[in-house]
């Protein structure tokens, strides 16, 4: 079983529990492959969450780079007993945000350790050669600036000052970012591509519908959390699923969309049936925040429905280090300016094969 999206309290304001309490968690719960993937810093004030009211933005530059550090003690300390990958989840605001996870791709980047009552200078602080960053999950959370995920409130702000109340309008901003992220960046793995849909259900007179664009369902009575997209919308939405598909990206499904209360997980069935209709490459992952979401959702849910879904195989990202391992390697075609699936490979396994972890 594999996951390639993680958090920890350790590093993430709003997550819980050590980085390594998720590592030993992971094992526990029978992971074979498990992505250590923590926010990469933001670089602006204005940027950070009210949860980081205390901090600045040195000290989350600090953090990820601490973060790197225990990720890649703890997969030494436990390669024996599972194969942890070191990445990052993307933030994007603009254009300038392509550069900056660019440059944390970097190889020899480098980290000047000192106390913080350490007066002296870059000459005399220790420097430490930081971990490579072995994939990225790319990731939309923000729309001009204003989170989506974060809070309904924040939800509804953007909504007002992003659409002028048009969910439409909303949905167009935050699929026309992506794509400039996605061609930017070509990240290895998509995170949940259609996070802006997180709080649909609660703006008043939308629709909703669960299996394809033309067909309301409702189950127990109740309307599902997934709206009907627009044609122009579906446009956008086909026009950044077959860029993925063209450089070999994978789609992670996201279980943490059901504890959101949506219909599915990430992406919602209507995009995940276009995705499979293209021969995309679908890979899992638990969006875990903290030690108790290792698996969350794995079983019964994800895996009833990748059942629903016919999908009879998975992909997962391994290291470069394998790549000589029996077995098929798919090809990937992404470009080397922006240093995707330079230190992982893509393989797949039959999801009949999978051993799933029940948290019930």
Known sequence: MFSFHSH???????????????VQSAINRRFTTYGLSEHMPRYKPDQLYPEES???VQDLENMYDQFLQEAVRLQSKYQDQICLLIGLETEYFSRDSIGLVRSLRQPHR????RS???????ATATVVELPQVQYIVGSLHHVHGVPLDFSQELYFKALETVGNGSWETLFREYFDAQYEMLQGLEPEVVGHLDLVRIFFGAIKGCHHHS?????????????LNQNRLTEELWTLVKRNVDFVIGYGGLFELNSRAWKKGLADAYPQRDILEYILSKNGRVTLSDDSHGPDDVGMFYNPELKQYLHQMKIEQV?????????????????TNASTETGSFQHVHVRAVPTDSLDFYSSK
């Open 8 to 22: 920890s309290g350790q590093f993430c304001m709003h997550a819980k529990g050590t980085l390594e309490q998720v």
């Open 54 to 56: 205390h901090l600045t």
């Open 110 to 113: 480098q980290y000047q350790l």
């Open 116 to 122: 913080s009552q350490d007066n002296s200078t870059a």
């Open 211 to 223: 299996h394809g664009h033309g067909h309301d369902h409702a189950v127990d009575g109740q309307e």
């Open 315 to 331: 992909y997962y990202l391994a290291p470069n280090q394998t790549r000589a391992q029996d077995g098929v390697v798919y090809e």
